[in-house]
C-alpha cells in the first residue's frame, strides 16, 4: 500500500535461491491471485491499470529473480534440458474413480492411500471442513473465497493442472501448499465470524451442520470409504459446533439482560461496558473449545494414521541405529578403504606429499542412493529430480537398464562403459560376481557389523574392494573418430568396442584423424 516494493523483492529472492521446484509454483499462483485482485479491485473496464499493476510486479519480480541468478539460472538451464520434460506423456483427462470418492476422506484426515499416488496430501481436520462449508453457506459475503475455492478444487479434479504445476514432467499436485493456504485463510475467516454476535450468523452454523449431515450422508450411500479416523473427526467438529451454539445462546441470553437492565436505569455507557466483557469471555471460550476440536482431531488421525493396531505407518520410520547402518554401505567402504588406506598410502610417500590425489570412480551393486556425498566420494549412482539428458542417451544407445532416467545405480558393470566413466574399484565379493579386468585388493574388507552390534534387525553390509586393471582417467585423448551414422548402424556390443577404440563425433574433423571402421570391418 505504500508502495514500496522491498518486501516483495526480498521474498522473490528467497523463493528463486531456495527452490526452483516450488518457485515455479509460487509464480503461477501469485499471477493468479495478482490478476484477479486487480480486476476485481479496478474493474475491467479499467484493464489498463490492470496492465500497469501487472507490469509493476514483472519489472520488481524480474529484479528479485536476478538477484538469485547465480544459484536459480544453472537450475533453469538444467531443467529446460531435462529429458523428463521433453518426453511426449499422454496425461488422461480425469483421475481414477478412487480418487474423487476418497477426497472428502482425505480433506479431513489424510486417512486413505488413494490420492497419494499424485502427491494430494491434505489432512485438513474437521474444523476446516467446517469452515469452507459456512463460507459457503453464508451467501452474502466472501465472494473471493468461494471463487478461490471452487476454481483450486477445479485444478485438484484433473491431472493436466497437476502435469502443468509439476514443471509438464508427470501429474502431481505438488501445489497442495496453495490449497491449504487457502483453506487455513477460509478456516479462519469463517471462525471469526461464527465468534461474533450477530443476527443471522447462528442460523448460518445451523445451516452448516446440516450440510455437513448431508455430505455424510452422500458419501456413506455411494459406498464411500469413510475411514474411521475421519468419522471421528467429524464427531468432535459437530461438538465444536454444539460448543459454538452454546456459547452464541449464552452470549444472547446475557445481552438481552443486560438491555434489560441498562432500560431501568440511566448508566447505559456501564451496561455497553459490561456487555462488551460479556461477548469478549463468550468469544474466548468458544475459540478456547474450537481449538480443542483441532488439537483432538489430529491426535485421532495421528493414532489411527501411526498407530501399530492400525495402519501402522510408524513402522517405516527408522531408528538412530538403522539410519547409522543404512548409511554406512558401500560409499563409507570406499572412504575409509580407498581414500583412507590404497591412496593415502600411495601418495603420502615423501616424493608425492602434497600432490593431488586421482580422480576415480567405484562401482558396486544396489548402491545406497546419495550417500556418497556424504562421505566426499565418486561414484556411478545418481538420484535428482533433474538429469542430464546426453546421460539418458547414452545409456539408451549401449542397452542400459536403468530404473528411471533420473535414477541409476551402475552401468551394468561392463567393463567397457566402466572405462569410459573413469571407474577404478568395484565395491562387492566374489559370489556377487566381479566385472571383467578386476583384481582384489588382498587385506581390505569392510563390514558395518561394529555398528549397534547388540541390536538386531539392521541392514548389514560387507564388501571387499577390486581393483581395475585397465583402468583410464576421468579425461583421455584418441586419435580415431566414429561417425554418429556408423554408430548408429552397429548393434550393442559393436557401439561398446567402437567407443573403445575411438570417439564419436557428430561432424568430420578432417583429416587429420582416422576414421574407424564400419560394424563388418
Not at 479434479?157 to 501448499?177: E, K
Not at 538429469?387 to 552401468?411: C, K, V
Not at 588382498?442 to 541390536?455: A, F, H, I, P, R
Not at 583410464?472 to 586419435?479: A, M, Q, R, Y
Amino acid at each position: 500500500r505504500s508502495k514500496r516494493p522491498g518486501l516483495f523483492l526480498v521474498m522473490v529472492f528467497v523463493a528463486a535461491v531456495s527452490n526452483f521446484y516450488f518457485f515455479y509454483m509460487m509464480v503461477i499462483m501469485t499471477v493468479l491471485y495478482a490478476v484477479w485482485r486487480s480486476v476485481r479491485r479496478n474493474g475491467v473496464r479499467q484493464f489498463g491499470r490492470v496492465l500497469l499493476d501487472g507490469a509493476a510486479f514483472l519489472w520488481y519480480g524480474l529484479i528479485g529473480t536476478l538477484m538469485a541468478s547465480v544459484v536459480f539460472l544453472p537450475v533453469v538451464l538444467r531443467f529446460l534440458q531435462d529429458p523428463r520434460t521433453a518426453d511426449n506423456k499422454s496425461v488422461p483427462l480425469l483421475w481414477p474413480l478412487r480418487y474423487y470418492r476418497n477426497f472428502l476422506d482425505c480433506f479431513l484426515t489424510n486417512g486413505t492411500s488413494a490420492l497419494s499416488e499424485s502427491w494430494t496430501y491434505m489432512g485438513f481436520g474437521a474444523v476446516a471442513l467446517l469452515g469452507v462449508i459456512y463460507i459457503f453457506v453464508n451467501r452474502k459475503r466472501n465472494f473471493d473465497l468461494k471463487a478461490a475455492f471452487i476454481g483450486l478444487t477445479c485444478l485438484l479434479m484433473t491431472p493436466l493442472a497437476g502435469f502443468v504445476l509439476n514443471g509438464f514432467s508427470y501429474p502431481a499436485n505438488r501445489w497442495m501448499w496453495a490449497y491449504a493456504l487457502l483453506v487455513a485463510f477460509m478456516t479462519a475467516t469463517a471462525v471469526s465470524e461464527m465468534t461474533e454476535a450477530g443476527t443471522g450468523t447462528t442460523g448460518t452454523i445451523i445451516m452448516t451442520t446440516f450440510v455437513l449431515a448431508v455430505c455424510i450422508c452422500v458419501c456413506v450411500f455411494w459406498e464411500y470409504t469413510f475411514s474411521r479416523a475421519s468419522a471421528q473427526a467429524v464427531v468432535i467438529a459437530l461438538f465444536g459446533l454444539a460448543a459454538v451454539l452454546a456459547g452464541r445462546a449464552v452470549l444472547l441470553e446475557r445481552v438481552v439482560k443486560r438491555r434489560q437492565s441498562a432500560a431501568g436505569t440511566d448508566d447505559s455507557e456501564t451496561a455497553q461496558e459490561s456487555l462488551g466483557a460479556v461477548k469478549r469471555n463468550i468469544t474466548v471460550r468458544v475459540q478456547a473449545v474450537l481449538l480443542a476440536c483441532v488439537l483432538l482431531t489430529a491426535a485421532s488421525a495421528g493414532y489411527f494414521d501411526f498407530s501399530a493396531k492400525r495402519s501402522a505407518k510408524i513402522c517405516e520410520y527408522l531408528s538412530r541405529a538403522q539410519v547409522e547402518t543404512q548409511t554406512a554401505k558401500d560409499a563409507a567402504a570406499a572412504a575409509q578403504l580407498i581414500d583412507g588406506n590404497l591412496l593415502k598410502s600411495e601418495f603420502d610417500t615423501e616424493e608425492k606429499t602434497g600432490s593431488p590425489k586421482p580422480f576415480y570412480r567405484y562401482t558396486t551393486y544396489n548402491p545406497e542412493n546419495n550417500t556418497s556425498l556424504l562421505y566426499g566420494v565418486s561414484n556411478t549412482q545418481y538420484y535428482w529430480s533433474l538429469s542430464n539428458p546426453n546421460s539418458a542417451q547414452f545409456f539408451s544407445e549401449t542397452g542400459q537398464l536403468n530404473r528411471m532416467i533420473h535414477q541409476y545405480d551402475n552401468l551394468d558393470d561392463r567393463t567397457f562403459l566402466n572405462e569410459i566413466a573413469g571407474v577404478r574399484y568395484f565395491l562387492g565379493n566374489d559370489q556377487e560376481g566381479v566385472p571383467f579386468g578386476y583384481v582384489k585388493k588382498e587385506g581390505l574388507s569392510y563390514s558395518n557389523e561394529d555398528l549397534w552390534k547388540d541390536t538386531d534387525n539392521l541392514d548389514r553390509y560387507s564388501c571387499e574392494i577390486y581393483e581395475n586393471q585397465y583402468a583410464l582417467p576421468i579425461g583421455f585423448t584418441s586419435d580415431k573418430w566414429l561417425s554418429r551414422k556408423d554408430y548408429e548402424a552397429m548393434d550393442i556390443p559393436q557401439r561398446q568396442q567402437a567407443l573403445m577404440q575411438g570417439i564419436l563425433l557428430e561432424e568430420d574433423p578432417g583429416e587429420s584423424f582416422k576414421k574407424l571402421g564400419t560394424a563388418q570391418n
